[in-house]
Structure formats: C-alpha cells, structure tokens
C-alpha cells in the first residue's frame, strides 16, 4: 500500500531514515505516466496498492487489478516524506535523482488531483468496480453526515487538503533548495487552497466549531465529527488557535476512548465502537495526531495521547491489532 508504507516510513524516519529513501524510490518506479480509469491511475500519481493479483468482493462490487491508482492521499504524502527524508539527511544525489518523480507529483495534485473542477482534491470511482471512497478510511461507510446518511460524490476529504497545502510549500523548498523554477507558483496555489479551506471546511454543531470530514458532491461541508481533524494539525492549514482547538476536539470525552482517539464521535448517529471507521480506534490514525501535534507545540496534547497509546499497547502485550474497539476506558478494564 502506497498511503501505509508512507505513513509507516514517515513515523519510522528518526529510527531508519534508510526506509524513506527506498519507499521513496519503490514508489516512484510505480508512479503513474498516463489515464486509465480502469486502474484509477493518473499521470504523476503515487499507486495506491501493488498485488501479486487481482482483488475481488464480489458483495461490494470491487474488482482491483494487481496495480492500482485508487487513492487521492499517497501523491501529497509521498511528497511530504521526500522533504522529510531530505532534511533528515537523505544525501542530495539520492534526493536530486527523485527530482522528476516530484515535479509529476506535484503535477498530479495541482493539475489532475480536481477531477470534478470543485477547487479541491477530490475523487469518484470512474471504473464502476474500485474503491467507492479514496482515503485512507476506504470503506463504504465511512463518509457519513451526523444523522447516518452517506454523503454523495465526488468527495473533497479534508486531510487530503492539508496535506497538499504541507507538500506544496515544502515541494516549493526543495525546488529552490535544488535550483529549480516553480516554487513561487506553488506557494502561490497554497496560499490559496488556504484560504478557500478556510472558507469551505470550518463549521459549527452541537460539538462545536471544526472542520468537516469533507465537501460532498454539492460542495457542502459533511458535518461529521471524526478523526480526519487529527491529520490537519501540523501541516501548516490550521492557523496555531485551530490547531488547539482540533486538539481539544480530540481529546474530549467524544472523540477519546481512553485508548486512543475514535475514528468517529460518539454524536454522531452512525457511530458504533466496532464500526471499521465509524467509532473504532486505529494506532495508526491516533499517531499521526500525536504527530501533528509534536509539530504543532502541542506537546502537552500529544503527551496524554501517546500516554493512551502506550496503555494500549500493554493491554494487548505489546501485540497492537489493526484497529480496536472504541468503548470508553473504565477502571480495571482492558481494551477490546
């Protein structure tokens, strides 16, 4: 998986920053060079999973080819690992030779990313038999309003955004850094999607005042609160006082489960602690907020979520499942 060896590479870049490098390189020998719906792939665009074969579910409707495109979040994150990986001392060679992998990364996000003209990355199965939903929470499910209803595409995921506005100033940097034109156009398109997030994304519910988990094909912002908010701290869309405010959101009564942060509110009506994405907790998910936050000087936030992470990880013997159950912690309880 393109988004997951990313996000594992990125965590693991202060212990190994050997494996940035090689995803880096893996991932580019399988980026996109031209339009194939039924692949999903695009030019410039980062593969979303390589199989030995084809993957059926026949009760959902999905059939993906053994290398396929279907995701609109591991073209921003590659770009992202690259500028980490340079400023945790990949050497200039290594980084310069990605240099063409980049400029068609950064293509891809600018230019093709907007399928639908909505002024956002967003995405739509245009196959018929891919992933209905393109982020990192795939499943069916997992884009709902408050009151249950799915929302309808194409969708305008809300992390997605964040991370294109950190990858086009820091793809900006590297292309300065390597004598290369176009870093004012790019800081330029971010400065922009800033500002237009701001506008479209920010809503206020009965749990307060937070970004959407997405636009919707009407362009309405899904006013579901979930963990999606967790991935913008840090990335430089948030201004420091949104920031704090995403983090007390995730931290508060609805959102954390004491193990770890849900993936949806307790609010919402879609809510349920073993739902894949809606109500269950993911490490993963949870520590890219931790992450965030760190970046954001949020340490004291970051401390009590990394403290549930760990309390998580002794109630399972240091074995962490994919996800876990998002039940409220309780004295002498373990997590499920």
């Known amino acids: 998986f393109g988004r997951d060896s990313l996000w594992a590479a990125r965590l693991a870049l202060a212990v190994d920053p050997d494996m940035a490098a090689s995803t880096l390189r893996v991932l580019a020998r399988l980026q996109g060079t031209g339009h194939d719906a039924s692949t999903a792939e695009a030019p410039g665009k980062i593969a979303h999973e390589l199989r030995s074969g084809a993957l059926s579910l026949p009760n959902e409707g999905v059939h993906l080819p053994p290398l396929y495109y279907g995701t609109v979040d591991a073209t921003p994150l590659w770009i992202c690992l690259l500028a980490d990986a340079h400023a945790e001392g990949m050497p200039e060679r290594e980084v310069r030779a990605l240099l063409p992998a980049l400029r068609a990364a950064l293509t891809w996000m600018t230019v093709h990313g907007d399928a639908s003209g909505s002024g956002f990355i967003d995405y739509a199965d245009e196959s018929g038999h891919g992933l209905a939903n393109q982020g990192w929470k795939d499943s069916g499910d997992s884009i709902q309003w408050r009151d249950g209803r799915l929302a309808e595409g194409p969708i305008a995921l809300s992390e997605v ?26 800081r330029a398109w971010a400065a922009d999607l800033r500002e237009r997030f701001r506008a479209a994304y920010w809503i206020t519910t009965p749990e307060g005042r937070y970004p959407a988990i997405a636009l919707d094909a009407h362009g309405a912002p899904v006013d579901t609160l979930t963990s999606n908010i967790g991935h913008l701290i840090g990335t430089g869309i948030l201004d420091p006082e949104e920031e ?93």
């Open 161 to 186: 955004q964040g991370y294109a506005y950190e990858a086009a100033v820091r793809g900006a940097d590297l292309l300065d850094t390597f004598g290369e034109p176009g870093g004012a156009e790019l």
């Open 244 to 336: 704090r405010a995403c983090a007390a959101l995730l931290t508060a009564p609805s959102m954390s489960s004491g193990y770890g942060i849900r993936t949806m509110s307790t609010d919402a009506a879609g809510y349920w602690p073993l739902s894949y994405h809606g109500g269950s907790v993911w490490a993963h998910d949870t520590a890219i907020a931790v992450h965030g936050m760190i970046r954001a000087g949020l340490d004291a936030e970051a401390r009590v979520v990394a403290e549930q992470l760990l309390d998580l990880a002794e109630g399972f013997d240091y074995r962490v499942p994919e996800l876990h159950a998002g039940d409220a912690r309780v004295p002498g309880g373990a997590p499920l």
